[in-house]
Structures are given as C-alpha cells and as structure tokens.
C-alpha cells in the first residue's frame, strides 16, 4: 500500500455540487497538506495541518476548506464545485525539520468540473 | 513577480547532450532548495537537494549562488527517461511549507 492514498484518483463533478476529496497516510507523519496544480502554474499551497488541531490557509484556500479527521486522514472540500476548481490536487505529508527530504506525496487526484 | 522563477521550456535535446536549467528566487529568507521531477500526470518526486557547495549525484548537478539568488540543475549524458518537467522548490524559513516553480519540461530524443 502507497504511504499516502489519494481518493478519488479521478474524478468528474458539475458546477454547484460538493465534493470532498480524501487523503490518508502511514508515515505517521503530524503534518499534512493540499496542493492544487495547475498547467503552467506549478504546485500551489491550499491548505496544510501540523497537527490534529492546528489548520492553516495556503496560498489559494478561497472555495475550499478542510479537516482533519485523525493523525492520518486530512479531506479537501469544494462546498460548491466551480470549473476553474479543474485541477490536480496533491495531498502531501512531512516530517518535521526534514524540509523536502521529509516529504511524501500521494499520486494526486484528478479532478474535473464541467 | 513569482516567488520561483523557471524557464518553462521545453528543452528538446538529442541523448548524450548536456542540458542545464536555471532557477531564481525572490524571498531572501529561503533556507532550502531542492529540485523535483515531475512525470507527466504523477506526483513529484525529490530528484536531489541543493547546497550551498554545490552537489553532484551522477549525472546530475546542482549549484547555489545565495547572493544571486539562483539555483541551477546541470544534466550529463541525456537519457530518454530523463524526459520529464523539473521542479525548482525552496523552503523558507524554518518551516516545512515548500514553494514550487512552474517547472521546466525537458523532451531527450534518440
């Protein structure tokens, strides 16, 4: 099994719906994050977790939000599901003081708002 | 102006050639500079950190120049699975938040 498991791996939804997508991890890592990528426009930050009770915005938080169920489960929401939300999202976690030697991600969902 | 800059590319270059790509960043306080790979459609990977030395892995290498605030990737001997989008990343301060480029896409052909 991956370190840290992306669901849905794809995923296609219509403007105005919810949608939650979900990140689990066996690194037993406190910190967790939500990047967006765009073409073009590289890795952007939405939403990290240090802790079970510590959530912070990113760079790009608007139209999203966050929880963080457990240790090992962190979700992404789209209250309601735009198009320019078409994207691959990437949930990564970290090992503190580690910087990018530290990080793990998961293989990304594809997500597709029509 | 982006927090990391890259050259987007691409670089098309025959097998064998030697390929460099160059990175700037704007925020001073940037302590950790890392490069990535990114295949098409798949997560990044961590190809290799960056000191302020400078660091070789194989054919890989890459250099610093704090006082430019420049980060440079050279690649020796191309190979087609080089073909790939390079990732220049920074971590400032004393935090684990990484800032990404946009990446340089590399395309090696036979």
């Known amino acids: 099994d991956a370190d840290v498991t992306q669901t849905p791996r794809n995923r296609i939804t219509k403007t105005g719906k919810r949608i939650m997508l979900e990140c689990s991890q066996t690194?037993?890592?406190?910190?967790m994050y939500w990047y967006r990528q765009d073409p073009g426009l590289g890795l952007r930050l939405i939403y990290y977790?240090?802790?079970?009770?510590?959530?912070n915005k990113g760079e790009i938080s608007d139209g999203y939000s966050v929880s963080r169920q457990a240790q090992a489960k962190f979700s992404l929401s789209l209250e309601s599901a735009i198009p320019n939300q078409t994207a691959l999202y990437f949930c990564a976690t970290s090992d503190p003081g580690q910087g990018a030697d530290g990080y793990t991600f998961g293989s990304g969902t594809r997500l597709t708002v029509v | 102006r982006k927090e990391v800059e890259q050259d987007p590319g691409p670089f098309n270059v025959p097998e064998g050639a030697t390929v460099a790509f160059n990175c700037t960043y704007s925020n001073s306080a940037s302590q950790s500079f890392f490069w990535y790979r990114q295949d098409c459609r798949k997560e990044p990977k961590l190809l290799m950190s960056v000191y302020s030395s400078g660091n070789e892995d194989g054919r890989f290498t890459a250099q610093l120049n704090r006082a430019s605030q420049y980060i440079s990737l050279l690649i020796r001997d191309s190979k087609l699975s080089d073909s790939a989008t390079y990732l220049c990343v920074v971590n400032i301060g004393d935090t684990d938040k990484l800032i990404f480029g946009t990446g340089t896409r590399l395309q090696v052909f036979p």
């Open positions: 690194k037993g890592h406190d910190r």
């Open positions: 977790s240090f802790d079970v009770k510590d959530i």
